[in-house]
């Protein structure tokens, strides 16, 4: 089983810029992609960006320029991703999500998603 710790949402105000982290433990032997995802009030959750386990980015449309996701590579951290988020936008503002997809110790895939933390920019 493979449990994701997300933390660093919160309020800020536009223009501001926020960092969200996200902890993957567990019986990880491999990890091929970790996400951010976000889910607006009324709205579909979406893909905000994603780094592959060689670490090629991608990000949606709106987004791109502002953040940045990234991978701690340090030995004890390897499993943890961040999304750097600038010049933040009212229309950030939703529920932000980790997800993480590879394989288990016993080579089952899986793919596991955060509690969600909250992020709030006022205007």
């Known amino acids: 089983q493979v449990q994701l710790v997300e933390s660093g949402g919160g309020l800020v105000q536009a223009g501001g810029s926020l960092r969200l982290s996200c902890a993957a433990s567990?019986?990880?032997?491999?990890?091929?992609?970790m996400d951010w995802h976000r889910q607006a009030p009324g709205k579909q959750r979406e893909l905000v960006a994603r780094?592959?386990?060689?670490?090629?980015?991608?990000?949606?449309d709106s987004v791109k320029g502002r953040f940045t996701i990234s991978r701690d590579n340090a030995k004890n951290t390897k499993n943890t991703v961040y999304l750097q988020m600038n010049s933040l936008q009212v229309e950030d503002t939703a529920i932000y999500y980790c997800?993480?997809?590879?394989?288990?110790?016993?080579?089952?895939?899986?793919?596991?998603w955060g509690q969600g933390t909250q992020v709030t920019v006022s205007s």
């Open positions: 567990g019986n990880i032997f491999m990890l091929n992609t």
């Open positions: 780094i592959f386990s060689g670490g090629t980015t991608t990000y949606t």
């Open positions: 997800n993480a997809d590879g394989l288990s110790v016993s080579l089952s895939p899986f793919n596991s």
